[in-house]
């Protein structure tokens, strides 16, 4: 592929709910621009940016992915995107590299939740955007209704300029209400529609569609307002100019149709991305750092070369894979360019642009531009590379914690020692992933935004890497407290002949608030006990209370008053008084009321309206609190208080009761007590497994 000019180059994501046609889309694009030799369909398991094992087993979208070809004289990167709720945070990371956005619409199902919230992506990053009304070949399809649901969404800023001809099964064409034509298709044909005159059935509705865009165009601009007023319609070059900015200012959201699956539609939508949509060079401004300073940085072709990698993929053979975009000035191949974060010199080694899975090797690419280049030293997703003479730091996308945690382990001691270094390389690619151990509970956890994400993660170790793991709900890190107060003795003897051993100890002990853990107060007068064996009891202590008294747990929230005692001068020694600290802990325990507590999270669902009822039921049979709820649009948030042991298999349940179209994040929030007879159950469970293990 030549080397395009930055005003020459178009950098657009193609967001969307699942299963709107999003990859279909890109598909029906690269085949109408003669870029592969035929229409490739998601259904076939071969399209260019579904390429990844999983994605064609699950037929999904589960990560951004690029491919880039020219129509008539422009270069499009076409960024296709997940549209799944669990897989959303690889999109919002791919929108770093976009100029514009389309976002893709179901013509059956129109506005879905996670369109929504893609479309939230666009506003943050403050990218210009339409919105294609897909599949209007199928049956039940509606332009008019999808076109109603977008206007009580997003308002009348979104305005048709194209019109369908026919509808479902005789969807046929699109009329342009730019220029007033229409465009004629054959189903399933080179996807290059024929212009004529607008039918005589449809001049009416068109010429009411095409007043209405003119009245949008012209309503932000005060020149073309006047000739507007002064002649009472606009010539096509100036509703072109006009689109233009408007489009680029986020005032006018244009509404396009297309048939994916067919190929209806995939030429104009191109030639309306070449000519209304920015190049990078109009692009917003960028949250940037020069010099420990906060700035706006945009695409910059005269300045020293930088680039900014957006995404990381690890491919078993090529090694890490890293895209990037182009910030500043003319990147060539073979470039040595410095790493910000790391301050490591990298060698950018054969750079190409993406084509789907495979690369296409290029000389150098422009500002703005979007490549490839693999096996960098030390770099990552939101790194930036620049000349030493040209520092600027570009913000990282921000990515939001994991919603849920499994425990991880490996099936066999071979699968153990490859564990971590294949998820390394899996932590590299998708940074919504979390790896850790749990100091509470000694589990390691993989952490990330439902089931079906980490299920993908456990395919992906086995078919890269050869790596079979198991995952299991995670234990409950119950802990235990006490709701009364104590004092007690604790007195260790003993004598085996020569020195003894003997600790005594009197402790007063009481509850603490919730999150306060632990306070040791020494309250010794007169030298009742030696300074240097004081320490040894609040070790002996700490060392019972994390054992537990009820069922095991840890002991929290509480405080130790050491107020008397007493020694003796030959067996009186450190561990005798760890040891007494010990008893008198115990002791304590039995006389201060202790309770078992478990963690509560703070849950947050976005659904649908029509199924907040049920799910606030639900909550209320997971013994769940609500705190608070929002309605934007269709769109209700629900944020409830509910405990961590109801909630291991929410995501499957959701998914059902929702049919996929709600999501949900959840973080801990506190400790609460265990009611009477869960508590119960899960002490007696503690005990029967303590005994277990000591026959064992």
Not at 54 to 65: N, P, Y
Not at 335 to 352: D, F, K, M, Q
Not at 581 to 604: C, D, H, T, W, Y
Not at 668 to 689: E, L, S
């Amino acid at each position: 592929m030549r080397v395009f000019e930055s005003s020459d180059i178009r950098n657009l994501a193609l967001i969307g709910h699942g299963h709107s046609g999003k990859t279909a889309l890109a598909s029906a694009m690269l085949f109408t621009a003669g870029a592969t030799d035929r229409h490739l369909k998601p259904d076939e398991g071969n399209t260019i940016t579904d390429f990844d094992e999983e994605e064609i087993a699950r037929k999904l979208s589960i990560t951004s992915a690029v491919a880039a070809f020219a129509w008539q004289k422009t270069k499009l990167n076409m960024i296709d995107t997940p549209g799944y709720n669990i897989f959303l945070n690889d999109t919002r990371a791919a929108l770093a590299a976009a100029d514009g956005v389309l976002t893709v619409l179901d013509g059956v199902a129109g506005i879905e939740v996670s369109t929504e919230k893609v479309w939230k992506f666009a506003a943050e990053f403050e990218l210009p955007a339409g919105l294609i009304v897909n599949k209007l070949d199928r049956e039940r399809s509606s332009f008019e209704r999808v076109v109603e649901g977008i206007h009580e969404t997003f308002g009348r800023s979104a305005v048709p300029v194209q019109l369908p001809i026919g509808s479902e099964k005789n969807f046929t064409g699109i009329i342009d209400l730019i220029r007033m034509r229409s465009w004629c298709y054959r189903a399933g044909g080179d996807g290059k529609g024929k212009e004529g005159d607008i039918p005589d059935s449809m001049k009416d509705a068109a010429s009411a569609a095409h007043e209405a865009l003119v009245e949008m165009v012209a309503e932000g601009n005060d020149e073309l307002m006047e000739e507007f007023f002064a002649t009472g319609t606009l010539p096509c070059e100036h509703i072109v100019s006009g689109l233009q900015e408007a489009v680029k200012q986020r005032r006018i959201f244009p509404i396009l149709c297309a048939a994916s699956v067919q190929n209806v539609g995939a030429d104009l939508l191109m030639s309306f991305i070449a000519e209304i949509f920015p190049s990078p060079l109009q692009r917003p401004e960028m949250p940037a750092s020069q010099d420990g300073k906060e700035i706006k940085k945009g695409i910059a072709p005269n300045e020293a070369p930088s680039v900014f990698v957006f995404k990381t993929s690890a491919d078993p053979f090529a090694g890490r894979v890293s895209y990037f975009k182009v910030m500043s000035g003319v990147v060539k191949d073979d470039a040595h360019l410095t790493n910000v974060r790391s301050t490591t010199n990298e060698r950018l080694a054969h750079i190409a642009t993406p084509f789907g899975k495979t690369m296409q090797p290029v000389t150098e690419l422009r500002a703005g531009d979007i490549g490839t280049v693999a096996k960098l030293k030390e770099t990552l997703t939101g790194d930036t590379l620049c000349e030493k003479t040209n520092c600027v730091t570009f913000g990282a996308v921000h990515i939001p914690e994991p919603s849920i945690a499994y425990a991880i382990s490996a099936k066999t001691r071979q699968d153990e020692d490859r564990l971590s270094t294949a998820l390394a390389k899996i932590l590299e690619e998708d940074q919504s992933l979390r790896f850790y151990r749990d100091p509470m509970t000694k589990e390691f956890l993989l952490a990330g935004n439902g089931q079906q994400h980490l299920e993908v993660v456990v395919s992906r170790l086995k078919r890269r890497y050869g790596v079979e793991v198991e995952l299991k709900a995670p234990k409950i890190p119950y802990r235990e407290t006490i709701r009364g107060t104590a004092r007690v003795q604790g007195r260790h003897k003993k004598q085996t002949g020569g020195h003894g051993q003997f600790g005594d100890c009197w402790i007063r002990i009481e509850p603490l608030p919730r999150g306060e853990k632990f306070q040791f107060v020494n309250d010794i007068f007169g030298g009742a006990i030696p300074k240097q064996y004081i320490p040894a009891v609040e070790k002996g202590i700490l060392e019972a209370a994390e054992q537990g008294f009820l069922a095991g747990y840890p002991v929290t929230d509480f405080k130790v008053t050491l107020d008397d005692g007493s020694y003796h001068d030959v067996d009186s020694s450190e561990m005798a008084f760890k040891l007494a600290g010990r008893k008198a802990f115990r002791a304590a325990m039995q006389q201060a009321k202790p309770g078992l507590l478990e963690p509560i999270m703070q849950v947050e669902v976005e659904t649908p309206a029509e199924f907040a009822g049920d799910l606030m039921s639900d909550f209320n049979g997971r013994r769940g609190r609500i705190s608070g709820m929002d309605l934007k649009g269709n769109v209700q948030t629900i944020r409830a208080q509910v405990p961590m042991a109801e909630m291991l298999n929410y995501q499957n349940d959701l998914i059902s009761k929702t049919q996929g179209r709600a999501s949900f994040h959840m973080e801990f929030d506190h400790y609460d007590y265990v009611p009477g007879p869960q508590a119960d159950k899960i002490i007696a469970a503690a005990k029967a497994h303590m005994q277990l293990e000591d026959e064992e």
